[in-house]
């Protein structure tokens, strides 16, 4: 079976940084890509990024409103995935979600429980 | 592109057949998948690729459509689908609907 577990949430201030880590179980690491969509309090399911699999290269893609400051890195040998967060914004207050896609296909056939991220001074 | 789902909610009964609708500002082929989330939980795959099953959900879940317009409908309303739905493009990177609450009349 699948797992997903996110770490790394908590209180941080506006303009700083943030590391969320993912640890994944019960798959073979870097086979599927892996996304990050994150849930403002109350609103809806919002995309943040994702890195391909290997076969695709591991490349990255962004959300328009997150890229430039955040960037998705995975450690294959520990099956990890990875979102660094920099230069937060109160905007950026949500519960953060790692999924997995299926193959390089990104719906989200996995999710984790996420981890409360809250940009706050 | 842009995702448009309707209603935002909708009141129902046990046994009632309910459709939620999800239109994309651009053709995304069949590259929709329809999500459930409950209250403090992650959401979870129902429906891909517009309207193949996800393993081990329920027959009583159907979506259809095609290029722009799209539906998931509940053929018989059970007590544990009062939840929120999205549905979520997968055409170019991604983009979710607004989602659609169920819930009880």
């Known amino acids: 079976e699948v797992h997903l577990v996110e770490s790394g949430g908590g209180l941080v201030q506006p303009g700083r940084s943030l590391r969320l880590s993912c640890i994944t179980s019960g798959i073979t690491s870097g086979d599927d890509a892996m996304s990050w969509v994150r849930q403002a309090p109350g609103r809806g399911l919002e995309w943040v990024g994702f890195i391909r699999n290997k076969a695709y290269g591991g490349t990255t893609d962004y959300a328009a409103s997150v890229r430039g400051r955040f960037t998705i890195s995975r450690d294959e040998s520990k099956s990890i995935a990875y979102l660094q967060m920099n230069s937060l914004k109160a905007d950026d207050t949500a519960v953060y979600y790692c999924?997995?896609?299926?193959?390089?296909?990104?719906?989200?056939?996995?999710w984790g429980q996420g981890t409360l991220v809250t940009v706050s001074s | 592109i842009q995702m448009t789902q309707s209603p935002s909610t909708l009141s129902a009964s046990v046994g009632d057949r309910v459709t939620i609708t999800c239109r994309a500002s651009?053709?995304?082929?069949?590259?929709l998948a329809w999500y459930q989330q409950k209250l403090g939980n992650a959401p979870k795959l129902l429906i891909y690729r517009e309207s193949t099953l996800e393993s081990g959900v329920p027959s009583r879940f159907s979506g259809s459509g095609s290029g722009t317009e799209f539906s998931l409908t509940i053929s018989s309303l059970q007590p544990d689908d009062f939840a929120t739905y999205y549905c979520?493009?997968?055409?170019?990177?991604?983009?979710f609907g607004q989602g659609t609450k169920v819930e009880i009349k």
């Open positions: 999924t997995r896609c299926r193959d390089s296909t990104c719906y989200y056939v996995s």
């Open positions: 979520q493009q997968y055409h170019i990177f991604s983009t």
């Open positions: 651009q053709s995304i082929t069949s590259s």
